[in-house]
């Protein structure tokens, strides 16, 4: 049963253009959610986190947005680079910043130049 | 400060075979993580160990293992491998501040024949 879904596998994307990789959760009692993104043979790196008890949060080009209501989260990056490209994971916790994260499958993003 | 690191990076067993994977976290952090990365399944968590106390359990079976010593480095054991314990192990640690944030290793490259 996943708890964490990310539906796109992989996304393509013009380099300057938006990406906008989303993330779906079922469970009601995650309140924290992160997005990691990994490159080939690294391990995943932090990107940006937000609490449930808002719903945007913002760091240079990478915005996270959370719609509680439809148990849904999104990242957005502007404008996007070829650098860009990874794998993204939606992550989320039921226990504030220190419960174990939920990881979804991923989507692959390539931003072509 | 250094990362988190793992070790072997790589390494190739048979079947019914045993493998312990080391991971020493970032200094200063007493929590570790472990998550199991399939082409398929994404990131899955296995388990969390805190102080040396398992505080968080994933759903694999008695086969999946894990202690973590004094100094905050931890071991996982897998026993009676078999063909699709193949994957790359992550480990992962963070501190108890309230960022959340997993710093994760480079994983280790399990391969079972």
Same mark, same amino acid.
């Given at each position: 049963?996943?708890?964490?879904?990310?539906?796109?596998?992989?996304?393509?994307?013009?380099?300057?253009?938006?990406?906008?990789?989303?993330?779906?959760?079922?469970?009601?009692?995650?309140?924290?959610?992160?997005?990691?993104?990994?490159?080939?043979?690294?391990?995943?790196?932090?990107?940006?986190?937000? &609490?449930?008890?808002?719903?945007?949060?913002?760091?240079?080009?990478?915005?996270?947005?959370?719609?509680?209501?439809?148990?849904?989260?999104?990242?957005?990056?502007?404008?996007?680079?070829?650098?860009?490209?990874?794998?993204?994971?939606?992550?989320?916790?039921?226990?504030?910043?220190?419960?174990?994260?939920?990881?979804?499958?991923?989507?692959?993003?390539?931003?072509?130049? | 400060?250094?990362?988190?690191?793992?070790?072997?990076?790589?390494?190739?067993?048979?079947?019914?075979?045993?493998?312990?994977?080391?991971?020493?976290?970032?200094?200063?952090?007493?929590?570790?993580?472990?998550?199991?990365?399939?082409?398929?399944?994404?990131?899955?968590?296995?388990?969390?160990?805190?102080?040396?106390?398992?505080?968080?359990?994933?759903?694999?079976?008695?086969?999946?293992?894990?202690?973590?010593?004094?100094?905050?480095?931890?071991?996982?054991?897998?026993?009676?491998?078999?063909?699709?314990?193949?994957?790359?192990?992550?480990?992962?640690?963070?501190?108890?501040?309230?960022?959340?944030?997993?710093?994760?290793?480079?994983? &280790?490259?399990?391969?079972?024949?």
């Amino acid at each position: 049963d996943q708890q964490v879904k990310q539906n796109s596998p992989s996304l393509s994307v013009q380099e300057g253009r938006i990406s906008i990789l989303n993330c779906d959760y079922t469970n009601s009692m995650f309140d924290y959610f992160l997005w990691y993104k990994k490159y080939p043979a690294e391990g995943p790196t932090f990107l940006i986190s937000i &609490s449930s008890i808002k719903d945007k949060n913002e760091d240079g080009r990478f915005t996270v947005f959370l719609n509680k209501s439809a148990k849904h989260l999104s990242l957005h990056i502007v404008p996007s680079q070829p650098g860009d490209s990874a794998v993204y994971f939606c992550a989320a916790s039921a226990g504030g910043s220190q419960g174990n994260l939920i990881f979804g499958k991923g989507t692959k993003l390539s931003v072509k130049p | 400060k250094a990362g988190v690191t793992q070790t072997p990076r790589y390494l190739i067993k048979t079947r019914g075979q045993q493998v312990t994977l080391s991971c020493s976290p970032i200094s200063g952090h007493r929590s570790v993580s472990w998550y199991q990365q399939t082409p398929g399944q994404g990131l899955q968590f296995l388990f969390e160990y805190f102080s040396e106390t398992q505080r968080n359990k994933g759903n694999f079976p008695g086969r999946f293992s894990g202690r973590q010593f004094s100094n905050s480095r931890s071991e996982m054991n897998v026993s009676t491998l078999e063909l699709g314990d193949s994957a790359l192990y992550l480990c992962a640690s963070r501190d108890s501040t309230n960022t959340g944030e997993l710093f994760f290793g480079e994983g &280790s490259r399990l391969t079972v024949l």
